[in-house]
């Protein structure tokens, strides 16, 4: 009987010992606020999620598999608190390899410009310049990738990546890709980083791709933190001859411990004649603690003679029927990270 208590005792120490090894993490943002916009005669108000950060849910977590080298997983959707808290797409749902070597990634996953240009193109996250314009004007694409992906270890602060991916989450007719990949490099080190990014892709409804090219740099002195960012998507459009370029700059400058003043300025360069659109935003956010950020901008939005865009449609429906037209608008919200 002593002896099965012992084996028993030991099993347990053992099995015990084999969990320690890997560890599993819940992890969340909930995002949610209040919008206002208004333009070319036409208004839209609600409440909405995404304000600063996209609201997600995941579980991610990694097994010590020995000699430095460890199994990962991820497991990431996205969450419409404004809409019956339903889960969106899968955002990540991958699992690799990471060790001395660097990291491999198999499975959905965020494009490298998605994974590195939001800290050095975004100043106030979702709710910068770039993000009033509508689509994905510019060479920073948010997409999310069947993939596999390589990263490699960082060198006194600079990392490469490489992406290959065969779809989008939308894989549709007028979205698949027969291929589509992106080599990129990211530095950071002190005040400074920046990120460089390649893509091309095939898309199946035309013969040739398309290609996009991203490259983004920020530096913190401290009293003001300064973003710039250039995009370039070329030969898009229906007739695939079309060059659209977006340029940003941005700044983050803290007033208090605890508050901080945004600002940032995003134009859309497109080559067809007179259809260029501007966005600004002006914003605050202010700490509530670690975790809990609340905020508050004003956006605006300006088209050129012939143009027709109007705001990102997260802030409502609108006809696009005028051109010329300006929309004006703000957001209210709470971010809580957990």
């Known amino acids: ?24 993490t819940i992890y969340g943002i909930m995002d949610v606020g209040v919008y206002g916009f208004s333009g070319n005669d036409e208004s839209s108000t609600g409440v909405q999620s995404n304000g600063l950060s996209t609201s997600r849910i995941g579980f991610k ?20 608190p404004d809409t019956k808290a339903n889960w969106g797409s899968n955002r990540q749902a991958n699992v690799g390899l990471t060790g001395n070597f660097g990291t491999v990634l198999l499975g959905i996953q965020p494009s490298l410009s998605d994974n590195w240009h939001g800290g050095v193109s975004e100043p106030m996250g979702n709710i910068s310049s770039r993000n009033i314009l509508p689509g994905v ?42 291929y589509y990949y992106q080599l990129g490099a990211k530095y950071a080190n002190g005040p400074f980083a920046a990120a460089l990014t390649y893509a091309r892709r095939n898309e199946a409804n035309f013969d040739d791709a398309s290609q996009d090219w991203t490259v983004g740099a920020t530096f913190d002195f401290k009293v003001v933190k300064l973003y710039a960012a250039y995009e370039l998507s070329q030969d898009v459009g229906a007739t695939r001859s079309d ?13 208090t411990k605890a508050g901080t003043f945004t600002a940032s300025y995003s134009q859309a360069d497109n080559d067809v004649k007179d259809t260029d659109t501007s966005a600004w935003q002006l914003g605050y956010e202010h700490a509530l603690s670690k975790r809990t950020t609340a905020y508050a901008a004003y956006m605006r939005l300006d088209n050129d003679d012939a143009g027709v865009a109007v705001p990102r449609s997260r802030y409502g429906s609108f006809s696009g029927n005028s051109a010329d037209e300006s929309y004006n608008g703000f957001t209210v919200g709470i971010r809580h990270l957990f």
């Open 1 to 24: 009987m002593q002896k099965k208590i012992i084996a028993l005792a030991v099993a347990g120490l053992v099995s015990g010992a084999a969990f320690a090894q890997s560890n599993v």
């Open 61 to 80: 977590g990694e097994e010590a598999l020995g000699n430095g080298l460890k199994a990962i997983f991820n497991l990431e959707s996205g969450i419409d």
């Open 137 to 178: 004007v510019g060479g920073f694409s948010n997409e999310k990738a069947d993939a596999a992906a390589y990263y490699s270890p960082v060198f006194s602060g600079l990392q490469f990546g490489v992406l290959y991916g065969t779809k989008t989450d939308t894989d549709t007719d007028t979205t698949s890709r027969d």
């Open 243 to 255: 060059d659209n370029a977006v340029y940003t700059l941005g700044a983050r400058v803290p007033v």
